[in-house]
């Protein structure tokens, strides 16, 4: 199998080597659900690339934030041009899509962001696709998880990525949306009703080590009182250091005290585990591929190159019985 893959790794387009069961007629339909990660989000590309290496082209694809991100870029066509936007982020570059906004329902309008999603698909739909695809994304008050399955793709990529208090949340068919990945981080569940009878999953928030632990014991120290006082000392000099100054160090933080979007990026990814951990345990993919993720975080934009890599290597790694389910399942 080993060998196989080097040749079609070389040869993307060579299919007489593939095994027997990757190309039968009476194969089983084939779902790849993506899951949610944000910056580790990256590591989709590494686990498509694989997919398409094997000869294993999902008949659906559902995912969520990000993870509709890369499914919907996969099924248009643009894979390509992702990864390509993906390897030459930086810092500075992911920077710039953040158009800060104090006067929405988030902190960044999105709309730099949109617009260059908009600049890559532009008014593509559902209707257009080959492949069955779906974007998860949460209705606001109700809860209800919400599968975007018509309209522009644009629409239903903003509504999935939406994360709460991050990005404004987007309203599409009378419905205000959000982050799907509040409902659904790894939609394996959505993939199987959409007809896939083997469904791939994959889970970018899996290597999660020594968060989730129980502190048995713990209170206030003198360390507590010093951050109070120089907080007090800080707001007292707000007319001196000027508003804008003030809320930088709001939003971003400052030694010993995190920033807004610091506490709310580590909060979502808290309740990302939590969710994830119940809806696999409840429902589990036939086969589940786990990029060891831990040390990127969920704003390394900037890493898209190790995260690539990292689910190039966890797919070879899951997908080796591949070819044996399907055999059980034709």
Known sequence: MLDFLRRRQSDPDQTGDIPPPLLRADRPSIGLALGGGAARGFAHIGVLRTLIAKGLRPDVITGTSIGAVAGACYATDHLDAFEEWARNVTRKRMFRYFDFSFAGSGLISGSRIADRIAHEFGDVSFDDLTVRFAAIATEVGTGHEIWLTRGRIVDALRASYALPGIFPPVRIGGRWLMDGALVNPVPVS??????????????????????????????????????????????????????????????????????????MVDAFNIILDRITRARLAGDPPDIIISPRLGRIGLTDFHRAEDAIALGAEAAEKALEPVADVIEALS
């Open 190 to 263: 959505a993939a199987r009703a959409l007809g896939a009878r083997l469904v791939i999953g994959v889970n970018l928030n899996a290597e999660i080590v020594g968060k989730g632990t129980t502190i048995h014991e713990h209170g206030p120290d003198e360390a507590d009182e010093l951050l109070l006082e120089a907080a007090r000392v800080r707001s007292g000099k707000l007319n001196l250091f000027g508003m804008e100054g003030v809320l930088r160090r709001h939003f971003l933080g400052e030694r010993g005290r995190p920033g807004i979007s610091t506490v």
